[in-house]
């Protein structure tokens, strides 16, 4: 595509998102944009979260795959209102297709929706959906070089999860270089470890959620970062 | 990118990558495309690869990445030839970008030649390098399920290495699942599993290689695989 072309279909989609985030905060719904490589743990971790708010709030997923409607499929066992978002060819969600996803999903009285985007650390970074937030799922064994390799991603995000803490003690991770790594691209650098395996972390997670819920000050989530 | 443009890029970058191949195969040089999601450990593998066949054949590495020289700087440090090739917001490597690349490494003289491809398991499928061979890096961490979504990477692969089998006790993976899954996208499924933390599996996948060096028969390569 050339450039001209490119900016043509980004904006198209920078208008749409714009409605969608509209639409969100008038309902008082906070959409978070869950960004990771394949295998980083996403659902994993969507699934820990269902579990740790199901009393409390009601969440919704939209779960973005090139080919399967998989994700969708272990969110609904697990409780969560899911619809799948088959992308086919293409590498990221867009705010066209969330559009779309919505028609079947009861969104409006949700108090979360997690857009589950498609497993990859360079496209879903250039694409706003009209969320409120957005998370990098990095995890403990992609390496402490991630945010160097594919630095947009992580500049546009809000909060890093590093996923499968569990793992920690059987690899060379060097955590301390990670977070130096996340500060040199992160505007304002912020991570929290979990493992959805053992539960540990995601109780942090969901009060760095609850802070930003129903538009309460956001300033509470400052406090629960791991940094 | 509509249709008809994307269909032209694509014949383009055919055009281009015939010609790599062309030329690979009249200097007797093995082209091989390594692609994998991020942190799967293609680098890792080549190190491994490296070290395992420096005394019999030459080897080069073109090492593609978003924004970093790391993975070049890394395979140097461990007596590779190695050239980066930066491709900025691409998210994969091209047969242009591989002809530009080649004009840093004395890759004439080279017996097998690895593509490190982007880290991401959707775009690198598309673009045809002018490799011999396609080999998919995917991490026992990144789960069962990842043939059957990122299908058309793995249908196009000659091979899948599976990584990081050190931390198979500390997994749920049900390798059985993971290869019917790779059955079922597959043409000629074939497997290999490696740690390059402990060398288990290295020996197989340069007996892999060495099947194909130099074109002799590639027949001896199918005893190898642990499918």
Known sequence: ?????????????????RRNREEFRDRHVIAVNVMGAPGAGK????????????????????AGDLATDNDAERLRSAGVRAEPITTGAACHLDADMVRRGLAGLPWRDLNFLFLENVGNLVCPALYDLGQEFNVVVLSVTEGEDKPLKYPTIFQKSDLVLLTKTDLLPQLDLDVDLLRENLKIVMPHPAI??????????????????????????????????TW
């Not at 595509?1 to 998102?17: K, S, V």
């Not at 994993?44 to 579990?51: C, F, P």
């Not at 929290?192 to 995601?202: D, Y």
């Open 1 to 17: 595509m050339d450039g001209a072309a490119r900016e043509r279909m980004l904006a198209g989609n920078d208008r749409t998102a």
């Open 43 to 62: 659902t994993a971790v969507l699934e820990a979260t269902a579990r740790a708010m199901r009393d409390t709030v009601k969440i919704g997923v939209l």
């Open 192 to 225: 929290l470890a979990v493992s959805s395996k053992t539960g540990e972390g995601i109780d942090a997670w969901v009060h760095w959620l609850q802070g930003h819920d129903l538009h309460r000050s956001p300033a509470c989530a400052a406090t629960v970062t």
